[in-house]
C-alpha cells in the first residue's frame, strides 16, 4: 500500500508518493502552501490511474491527450516520466531510470499505488 508523504521545504511544502517498499516512486513541484500540495495529491489520485502514455523517447511519437504519463530521456540519457493533469500541468514526475521498461514499471507502480494511498 503506497502513501503520499507531504513535507516543508525551504521554498513551500511538497509531496513524495512511496510504494508499499518506502520507495519514492514520484514527487512534486513544490507548492505555496499545504492546502495547494493537498490538491496535487488529489489530482495524482484521480489522474493517475486513467492517464494515457506518450512514449516521446520513440521516433514520430504520437501525441497523447492529457491526462497522460510522457516518457523521456533527460540529459544524462536515463529514462523519465511526468504525470500531467487533464489542463496539461505537470502534476508528479519520476527518478531517473537506467532502462525504459524499469521507467514503464515506476508508471506502473505509480498508478497502482495512487489510488488507495494515505496521506501523511
Known amino acids: 500500500m503506497g502513501k503520499f508523504v507531504v513535507k516543508e521545504t525551504n521554498t513551500g511544502i511538497k ?12 514527487t512534486s513541484e513544490v507548492y505555496a502552501s499545504k492546502a495547494a500540495c493537498l490538491k496535487g495529491i488529489a489530482s495524482v489520485q484521480k489522474n493517475a490511474p486513467i492517464a494515457n502514455m506518450e512514449d516521446q523517447t520513440e521516433a514520430d511519437y504520437a501525441t497523447a491527450k492529457n491526462p497522460k504519463f510522457e516518457v523521456y ?45 494515505k496521506v501523511e
Open 15 to 26: 509531496f513524495d508518493l512511496k510504494a508499499g517498499n518506502g520507495e519514492v516512486i514520484a
Open 73 to 117: 530521456k533527460d540529459k544524462k540519457g536515463e529514462f523519465r516520466f511526468r504525470l500531467k493533469a487533464t489542463n496539461g500541468q505537470i502534476i508528479a514526475t519520476g527518478e531517473g531510470y537506467t532502462t525504459k521498461p524499469a521507467c514503464l514499471k515506476g508508471i506502473e507502480s505509480v498508478k497502482k499505488n495512487a489510488v488507495d494511498a
